[in-house]
């Protein structure tokens, strides 16, 4: 009979975690100061997630844990991958379109995708190669901390010039051993049978755990983890995406909508161009010594101050903070949303602590879904904004919604008007831009109006509201179901014509036996 291994309490691991660091301290770290990139031991000793993800993958045997931390640290600092940014990977690697993130799973993970064909094996290029996969899943660690991937290997089109097994398996080391917890599932899309030798070799690298997360499917059974929407059309899909470089396809955020319209100017969707590339990881948390006591920020009317006690008097308070650089954001990690009327608006505070005024601005993934208010403002120093997050209409949310907030430094006489902010936004340097994401949660409440039965009344009332996307969808998956069904028909004939030119040859083999049996 398997052992069954018991969750650890919450005491143990903060005892286990503790044993880690101090072993690694004995054991480890006296042997090389410089063995390992001064930035990951900072944050092991000061990140307890990052301890408990390497305890929980190792099932809590702090030995194990030890050598997985090990490997990992010894990868980061050979791959450099704390100072991997877009300039240290060759451009053409992203211009193939072979790797890259983009849509969602059911789950509302983001999607990995490996594009199997347009790989071919070459020793010369594998390095560049390891350090563009290394690239991708620590960007998205920084911009999604403790969120999980699921990894798609589209094989469609793909032959044995695309086998490359000390990739596949590096691949494999990056969740296994560099990325704990990272793995959500790994779906491997219309594998050919050629290929199945050589995944059996691949199994064996696999452990337990990553093994029950692989998913063999095929076009008919892909949409039992991704929703069409977020399926290309030659799975099946209807997601009109395109790779295309630049920008990097990571993510689609774009100018939310006030209850007065957009909030932006021309000018600043003229700028989108340049959005953007540093990250802020949830480990910042060194403002202590800038924080000033916060006070409420005076939009210039006492109209406009009553405006917003009305707009956030029956919305939830968030009950934890995020710490950046610039700005403390409440909730820290995520939104949430129910079908209640006081659960359709969420609350975002913005606390400024710098001893500058900063300009923030919010984007969002689904601006025709949400309504925000302010999103496009700035906060004198010490002082904090409350931004109302509701949903427009009849939409509901999402786990693939996402919400962008942007916070950069200005200057004593820098303007706070439209135009001031627009142009702002469009001179700022990148290396001065703090960023920020939060993710939808959807509450209980929620996921019943999400799926209705069918004799309910409220199946008639979302039909209603969604009644165009709806038939949009469902037109795109006849359309799919016809064009399957095409071709089985096509290959049906001419199996149907291979069969009759048997029959007849068979037919006229036997006759002529006959014939000579009788002569002689």
């Known amino acids: 009979m398997a052992e069954v291994v018991q969750p650890e309490s919450e005491q143990d691991t903060e005892s286990k975690t503790e ?38 993958w190792r099932l809590h045997v702090v030995e194990d844990a030890l050598k997985m931390i090990d490997d990992s640290f010894l990868w980061r600092k050979e791959y450099c991958v704390n100072d991997l940014t877009e300039s240290c990977i060759p451009k053409w690697m992203f211009e ?66 695309n086998i490359d097994m000390d990739f596949v398996k590096y691949i494999i080391n990056c969740f296994k051993v560099y990325y704990p917890k990272f793995l959500s599932k790994m779906i491997m899309y219309e594998m050919p049978w050629i290929m199945n030798a050589a995944w059996k070799i691949v199994k064996t690298w696999l452990g337990p755990e990553a093994i029950s997360k692989l998913k063999f499917v095929s076009k008919s059974d892909v949409q039992t983890y991704i929703s069409p929407e977020h399926l290309p059309p030659h799975m099946g899909g209807t997601d009109p995406f395109k790779y295309s470089y630049p920008p ?16 932006v100017s021309e000018e600043e969707n003229e700028s989108k161009d340049t959005e953007p590339e540093c990250k802020e990881s949830l480990d910042s948390s060194f403002s202590s010594d800038l924080v000033i006591r916060p006070k409420k920020v005076n939009f210039s009317e006492d109209l406009d101050r009553g405006d917003s006690i009305s707009r956030t008097k029956w919305v939830r308070k968030p009950q934890t903070t995020f710490k950046g650089t610039l700005i403390n954001i409440s909730p820290a990690e995520e939104l949430s949303f129910g079908s209640k009327d ?31 208010k302010p999103s496009n403002t700035s906060c004198e120093a010490g002082a904090s904004v409350d931004i109302v997050v509701s949903l ?32 702002f936004w469009k001179e700022v340097p990148k290396t001065k831009i703090m960023e920020h994401r939060l ?38 998956q006849v359309m799919a179901s016809n064009c399957r069904l095409e071709k089985k028909l096509d290959m049906c004939l001419w199996v149907q014509k291979v069969l009759l030119v048997l029959v007849s040859f068979i037919v006229a083999f036997s006759f002529s036996a006959l014939y000579l049996m009788w002569t002689s």
């Not at 509302?108 to 560049?128: E, M």
């Not at 990097?248 to 909508?257: E, N, V, Y």
């Not at 427009?392 to 820098?414: K, N, T, V, W, Y």
């Open 19 to 56: 044993e880690t660091r101090q072993r690694f301290r004995t054991e480890y770290l006296q042997e090389s100061s410089d063995r390992y990139d001064s930035r990951d031991v900072y944050r092991l000793m000061k990140d307890d997630d990052l301890v408990e993800g390497y305890l929980t």
């Open 439 to 476: 993710r939808c949660h959807v509450l209980e409440s929620m996921k019943p109006m999400l799926s209705p039965s069918p004799d309910s009344p409220l199946n008639s009332l979302t039909s209603s509201i969604n009644g165009h996307s709806d038939l949009h969808t469902t037109l795109m």
């Open 248 to 263: 990097l396809p990571d993510d689609d955020f774009q100018s939310p909508i006030s209850d007065n319209g957009p909030v």
């Open 96 to 161: 193939t379109g072979a790797v890259y993130l983009h849509g969602y799973d059911k789950e509302g993970n983001k999607l990995f995708w490996f594009k199997v064909k347009l790989h071919i094996k070459d020793a010369k290029t594998i390095l560049d190669k390891k350090k563009y996969v290394a690239f991708w899943l620590e960007r998205y660690s920084k911009q999604e901390p403790g969120k999980p991937l699921t990894v798609v290997f589209d094989m469609s089109e793909s032959g044995l010039s």
């Open 342 to 372: 006081t659960e359709r608006k969420c609350l975002i505070i913005l606390n400024n602590v710098t001893k500058n005024q900063v300009a923030f601005k919010v984007r969002t993934t689904a601006p025709e879904k949400y309504r925000v």
């Open 392 to 423: 427009h209409g009849g939409f509901q949310a999402s786990p693939q919604d996402r919400f962008l907030i942007m916070a950069a430094e200005m200057e004593q006489s820098a303007g706070a008007g439209s135009p001031e902010l627009a142009q």
